[in-house]
Structures are given as structure tokens and as C-alpha cells.
């Protein structure tokens, strides 16, 4: 331990002084032999010396190698404006927020990252050199923007992201930059599976499946037995791209793997498979479960739930202890329900459509259990004729829907339809129903809003303005709408920008703040035109 000679008149190590220096000089001086006159100056002059002490006795380190070239990206560059414009929205990501929560008029420039990003993806352009530091610590910070971030990094981003560790995330599920080889090369491909890192095999493995299925399912089952559990699991889920029947040998294979996590994954993707196995082993349980009553004088489905969950349910993926809350019974009914094609259910209901399943009244309710899995299995099966019917007509109440209450399975629901009819069902809910719980059914729709939708959001907006109250509760719709409104909107907004008479009762000072609320989405709006025309290239 290096010690100094000080002009306290003793050698102090550097805890020491330290030391003094937390809790002062008067209290505890420096050494034994502190005399009167020791004071602060003198215990800063003891660790300056100390520390040029310490810098002149350290060696230099060893030169380390130098980092390969970067590799090339072919892709073309930015417009000047938009590679202003870049700088400008990461330079404002930390930017702090308005003092007391208030926003402004102001866009929030933020939350215009991602669509920027996904607007210069689309166009195919490639990062700035010099901007992908700044790019990499935004995508850091907040994982929503890594998969844009990183794609408009490309090779590049990757590259760097292996030269900093604090970067390491975009090296996990990547390569970690380096190329893939020539997945029509039988032996670099083999050397990568059985020599490379795990993000590589990773990609490997989905560049090979989406050449050919085939070649990748037989690459995977080389070394299946010998891969780890969390591995499997991450290989097994990359079949999800091109599933098809010819992976069922292997998948039922799978549902004997002793990982868990790695058979209900399996059962899983066997259950999107209507034509599998264990498809029709699920249908034939299910429908002895799920039937038309025959002995009432109207139809009505009947229903008798498993009484247990044997070996071979639980082969096939279903869980035998339920959550916590959840009775044994219902929760084996529902998952045997939900891994069931849903084309069984119009044969076992004498040829009626999916609409006249759904509003078929059920016994001893069981309803929503039973309704609660055909969502689940209409979402997994992505079938849109079920999804229809379940989510029923968009003027209804969440509570008395043919399906479910939920709308977060609602959402889901909605997904699996073509965008424009996505958006028209959410217009109509919104114009039913306003604001209060459209907020989940919002973020799935296409972006930008089709007209419909985006009348419908602001006409909603419009009526709680004038029913006067404060505009925060609806701040979450403003912020998706300053998102996902078209800009083409901004003008027609205009009018709204205005504060008008507060009503008789209207909360104090609401009509200001909505009038400023609509500001900021109007500029937003237009800041949103101007950033889509900076991306086009300029005419030359």
C-alpha cells in the first residue's frame, strides 16, 4: 500500500485521508501526529501528491488487437434532411419532460422514434456511420425500438455492438455480426451449427428454414439430444415460420422431451396443425366434453367437464394443476377446447356456422369458460370466421358479447382480421361505446388510421372536450393518436385548436388544456408530413 508523507507531519495511507475527508479534519485528522494547524487544504495537498504518486507507478497496459474492418453496407444513404432530422430525435430521447407533467404544444419527439425508424426501413436506406452510437444507446434504453433500431443498423450497428459491452443486446438472437454462410453450402452450414455461438445457430437455423423447411428440420434433429433444455426450447419455437405436417413426426417426439417448457411447446404447435394427430386426439376428448343437449326442447350446448387429467392429456400438453383460483375442471376443459380444431365443432353441431354455435345458449354456466377457449383457439388457429363471430357486432357491450369480456382477448381477436376490416369494427366500437375502453382495441389497428377510425377517435375526443371535463384520462388515445392519425387529418383538426366557452359545471381550466392537447396533435401531425418527405429522395 502506497503511503504519503503529508504536511500533517506523518504518512497517511489512502483510506485514511479518505476518511478525514468524510467526516472532516476537526473530527478526525489524518494520522497520529496531526498537529493544531491541519486543516482541509493540507489534506487536499496530502491526496493530490498521493494520486500523482499513484498515476506515476502504473504501467502502461498492453496494446490490444486492433478490430477487423467493418463490413459494407450496400444499402443507400439518407437524405441530408433525414439524417438531420435522425440526430435531432436522438439527440431529444433524453430530453426531460415538461415541469408539473404538462406536455405543451409541443410534438413529443420520442415517441416519433420508432415510426421514423420504421419509415426509413421500409424505404431500405442505412444508418449513418456517425449516428450509430447515439442509435445503439437509444435502442439500449428501450427495448421497443431494438428490432427497427437494429435493422437499420444493419452489419454495421453489429459490428460496433461487439465492441462494447454495454451494446451486447443486439448481438443476442443475431449472428453477433458475423456473416451467414451460403445456406446452400451443406458443409459451412453443418461447421456453424456445430462450432458457432448460440445467437448464430439461432440464425442459422432460421435462415436454413426459410430456404428449405426440410433442411432445417433434419439440421435441428442432428443434434437435438445433445442440445440444452432452454436451447431446445428456442429451437423448437423458430418452426413456428412455415409449420407444416411434415414437422409433426418430430413434434410428436417432441411432446416426450423432459422439459416442460419444451413439450407444451410442441403440443402447442401440434394443436395449429388441424389435420395432426394430436389435433384429433384433442377433438375426440373435447367433443365428449362439448355437445348439443338433446333432451332439451331448444337447442343449447351441454357441457360435462374431465373429471381427471390422465397421463396421456398430460402427454399431450395439457397442464394438469391450474393457477391459482382456477377449478381443476374448467381449466382442463379449457385447454382441451383450445387445442381442438375449430372445425369440429359445425359436425358436432349438425352443420351450423360459427355465428350460430356461438349464440347457441349454454348450461350450467359454463359459457364463459367454454366462449373464453374458442378465442384462444380462434386466435392460435388465426381463424377469421370464429374470430367474427365471437367478437360479434361492435355496438354490443363488451359485457354481453357472444365471446369474451376481455378486451385484451378481444385485441387478439381483432389481429387475426385484414386491416381495413380491423379498423372499421374499432370505429364502430369507439362511436358505440367512446374512448374509456377502446385504448387496447386501438393499438392493433393498421397505421395510419383509415378514415373511418380516425373520425370516429376524434369525433369521441371532441364529445369529452365538450362534456368538460380534464383531457388526462384520455392521454393515452391523444398520444396513440398523434401516432397513428394520417397527417393528411392535420388540417381538418385545426378548428379544434381553438379554447371554447367552458360549459356550465366543466371542470376549471379543462377547455384550455384540451385546446392545448389538440395543439400539440395538430403539430405533431404535421411534424409527421414533413418527416415523411424528408425520407424521399431528393430528385437529381
Known amino acids: 500500500m502506497l503511503r504519503t508523507r503529508t504536511t500533517f507531519g506523518t504518512t497517511a495511507p489512502w483510506e485514511e485521508l479518505v476518511t478525514s475527508a468524510l467526516l472532516g479534519t476537526d473530527r478526525r485528522p489524518p494520522g497520529t501526529g496531526a498537529g493544531a494547524g491541519a486543516g482541509p487544504v493540507a489534506l487536499l495537498d496530502a491526496a493530490a501528491l498521493h494520486t500523482v504518486r499513484r498515476r506515476a507507478g502504473l504501467l502502461p497496459a498492453a496494446a490490444a488487437a486492433r478490430p477487423g474492418t467493418a463490413p459494407a453496407d450496400p444499402r443507400p444513404p439518407l437524405p441530408p434532411a433525414a439524417r438531420r432530422r435522425l440526430a435531432q430525435l436522438l439527440a431529444d430521447r433524453s430530453a426531460p419532460a415538461g415541469a408539473g407533467g404538462r406536455r405543451g404544444t409541443a410534438p413529443d419527439l420520442t415517441e416519433l422514434i420508432p415510426q421514423w425508424l420504421a419509415a426509413a426501413n421500409l424505404r431500405g436506406y442505412r444508418a449513418p456511420a456517425a449516428l450509430l452510437p447515439g442509435l445503439l444507446d437509444a435502442a439500449r434504453a428501450r427495448t421497443d425500438l431494438r428490432p427497427q433500431a437494429l435493422a437499420f443498423a444493419g452489419p454495421r450497428g453489429l459490428w460496433l455492438a461487439g465492441l462494447n459491452p454495454e451494446w451486447k443486446f443486439a448481438l443476442r438472437g443475431s449472428s453477433g455480426g458475423s456473416p451467414l454462410p451460403d445456406v446452400t453450402g451443406p458443409e459451412a452450414v453443418r461447421r456453424l451449427w456445430e462450432e458457432g455461438l448460440f445467437a448464430e445457430r439461432v440464425a442459422l437455423l432460421g435462415a436454413v428454414r426459410a430456404h428449405d423447411p426440410a433442411d432445417a428440420l433434419a439440421l435441428l434433429t442432428s443434434t437435438w439430444s445433445t442440445e440444452r433444455a432452454e436451447d431446445r426450447l428456442m429451437f423448437l419455437d423458430s418452426l413456428r415460420a412455415g409449420l407444416s405436417a411434415a414437422d409433426e413426426p418430430f413434434l410428436e417426439q417432441a411432446l416426450a422431451d423432459r422439459s416442460r417448457n419444451v413439450r407444451a411447446t410442441a403440443a402447442e404447435l401440434l394443436s395449429a396443425l388441424p389435420e395432426s394427430a394430436l389435433a384429433g386426439r384433442m377433438a375426440a376428448r373435447a367433443s365428449s366434453c362439448v355437445g348439443p343437449d338433446l333432451t332439451a326442447g331448444a337447442a343449447s350446448v351441454a357441457v360435462e367437464a374431465p373429471h381427471e387429467c390422465d397421463a396421456a392429456m398430460q402427454r399431450d400438453g395439457v397442464v394438469a394443476v391450474p393457477p391459482s383460483g382456477r377449478g381443476e375442471r374448467s381449466w382442463w376443459l379449457g385447454q382441451l377446447v383450445e387445442a381442438t380444431p375449430l372445425s369440429t365443432w359445425s359436425g358436432r353441431f349438425g352443420g351450423r356456422t360459427a355465428r350460430e354455435i356461438v349464440a ?30 365471437l367478437l360479434g357486432a361492435p355496438s354490443l357491450p363488451p359485457s354481453n358479447s357472444p365471446g369474451t369480456a376481455s378486451l385484451a382477448e378481444r385485441s387478439k381477436l381483432l389481429a387475426t382480421l385484414p386491416g381495413a376490416e380491423r379498423a372499421a369494427w374499432v370505429a364502430g366500437f369507439v362511436a358505440a361505446h367512446g374512448l374509456s375502453e377502446a385504448f387496447q382495441l386501438l393499438g392493433v389497428c393498421p397505421v395510419p388510421w383509415a378514415e373511418p377510425l380516425g373520425r370516429s377517435v376524434v369525433d369521441a375526443l371532441d364529445i369529452a372536450r365538450d362534456a368538460g371535463s380534464y383531457p388526462w384520462s384520455f392521454s393515452g388515445v391523444m398520444g396513440l393518436a398523434e401516432r397513428c392519425l394520417n397527417p393528411a387529418e392535420a388540417n381538418r383538426l385545426e378548428v379544434l385548436t381553438t379554447t371554447p366557452d367552458e360549459p356550465e359545471g366543466a371542470s376549471p381550466g379543462a377547455a384550455g388544456y384540451w385546446s392545448e392537447a389538440f395543439r400539440r396533435l395538430v403539430s405533431t401531425l404535421r411534424l409527421r408530413a414533413t418527416m415523411d418527405a424528408e425520407l424521399i429522395p431528393e430528385a437529381g
Open 360 to 389: 347457441l345458449p349454454v348450461a350450467d354456466g359454463w359459457a364463459e369458460e367454454l366462449h373464453a377457449a374458442w378465442c384462444r383457439a380462434a386466435v392460435r388457429q388465426r381463424d377469421r370466421e370464429w374470430a367474427r363471430a
